[in-house]
């Protein structure tokens, strides 16, 4: 499947993102870091590829792992992005995109750290934390923490 550009941008418009997406595929964080991040389940589309930023000026990062940091907007505090500190991998926040018509959630990640009182009412992969890691240890994927 050939790539196709979409655009994400914070609340107030100042940080836009241009992104090339393969899929529409949505994947949902429970971990503890991005649920006070984000207020919630941390729910992103991979991005690796001709990832371009705009305004920049207003762009907020927060290194929160030895390997990944958080970006946001300055101005008006929307959740936009965790990427890998090589920028090569990016986790757009879903919530930021302009259209997503074809979006599917399809996986989430630290199921084993999701509070109980919530749950997806669809079928996704389910993987718990120490099972993300390992995933990411084998070379497999990056984790978002």
């Known amino acids: ?69 958080r970006g946001f907007c300055n101005r008006c505090g929307s959740t936009l992005f965790w990427r890998s500190k090589d920028a090569a991998h990016y986790a757009i926040s879903a919530m930021a995109f302009d259209d ?8 989430q990640i630290f199921i084993d750290s999701k509070p109980d009182w919530y749950s997806f009412a669809n079928e996704t992969k389910s993987m718990t934390g120490a099972e993300f890691l390992a995933q990411f240890a084998s070379g497999e994927d990056k984790p978002n923490g």
């Open 100 to 107: 997503l018509s074809e979006a599917v959630l399809t996986q």
């Open 1 to 69: 499947m050939a790539a196709k550009q979409f655009q994400a941008k914070c609340l107030c418009g100042g940080v836009r993102i241009d992104a090339d997406l393969e899929k529409q595929d949505v994947g949902a964080c429970h971990c503890d870091t991005c649920r006070r991040w984000a207020g919630g389940p941390f729910m992103a589309i991979e991005a690796s590829e001709n990832v371009i930023i705009a305004g920049t000026d207003l762009l907020g990062i927060y290194e929160s792992s030895g390997w990944g940091e």
